[in-house]
């Protein structure tokens, strides 16, 4: 017999549960099973398998090499089948659905306020937001982890439909007390030999920040690498280095008066937010309606919630001065 006569869904639901907690009581109560029960279904999994998949250890269990394989497939497989439950529910009158969406940190400022807009206008939909830095969220598309994408740059590694949504005016910026702040002709070339505080290697920001210097001719020095825009505002904040950051993730700070834009020309710098999605993949009904929404709505929503944090009225708290066109490159 094979596994795919004598297995069922049941059963590697049971499996993918178990696998992720690394515990079956915690796995049954999950699933509201009996611990027995529960073992059962592992136990005739493990025989259609014909191979062990979990081996028990002192603090709970761990997966077999057949077991490390079967889950990486297992979530796939039940992707899957949660989207075709989903599909078909909607042909009985119920707009429902998982929406999989993946963004990158900067991206937290705005999209749970859009998220929750959407969210109120399909109560039937459940979300599921992964938020990272750029590569791990090109990751989790390309393996099919999320559906959509929110990036800046659209990724070029992989063959994907990319549209533009709404405004994400970025800035180098300052603490006022900052000496570049008060020096005379600031120029790109005076900002490279400036320590600048930056995101690690496979953020958006780092990139798009090291194409601004490798435009001009110039090597980025720098001064501190971070995980966090947060870590970098604090840092920045505290004097230690200019900062490269999306205007919409430090809005109260540059109202507080913690930050500033430096005085550099063509600075800010209007990028956009784009939407993505895999070229060759159908999208399914609730993650091409809330592209749909993002498309007409984003911008808007976007600008509503930047306001209501900043407490600024909604153009200055999004624009702050930015340039109309998308300079990615300041004068030198």
Known sequence: MTLAKTANIKQLITFQKVARLGNVSLAAEELFLSQSATSIQLSNLEEAVGTKLLSRTGRGIRLTEAGEVLYTLCERVLNVWQEISDEMESYLGDFTGTLRIGAVT????????VLVNFANAHPKVKLKLQVANRDEVVRCLTADEIDLAVMGRAPQEVRVKSVSFADNPTAFLAAPSH???????????????????????GSGARAS????????????????????????????????????????????????????????????????WNVVHLEHKPLSQVA????????????AEIE??????SKLPVAQAVVLHSNPAEPEHPSP
């Open 209 to 272: 920040l090291e194409r601004i210097f490798k435009h001009a001719g110039l090597k980025l020095s720098i001064g501190a690498e971070l995980s966090s825009n947060e870590s970098i505002k604090q840092m920045c904040i505290a004097g230690l280095g200019p900062a490269y950051l999306s205007l919409q993730s430090c809005l109260l700070e540059i109202r507080a008066g913690l930050l500033s834009v430096l005085p550099l020309a063509n600075n800010p710098m209007n990028r956009r």
């Open 179 to 201: 000496v570049l702040m008060h020096t005379p002709g600031l120029n790109l070339e005076t900002l490279a030999h400036a320590q600048m505080l930056v995101r690690e290697k």
């Open 288 to 299: 091409s309606v809330f592209m749909d929404h993002l498309i007409r709505h984003g911008q």
């Open 106 to 113: 900067t991206a937290e400022y705005w999209l749970p306020h």
């Open 304 to 309: 509503e919630q930047l306001a209501m944090m």
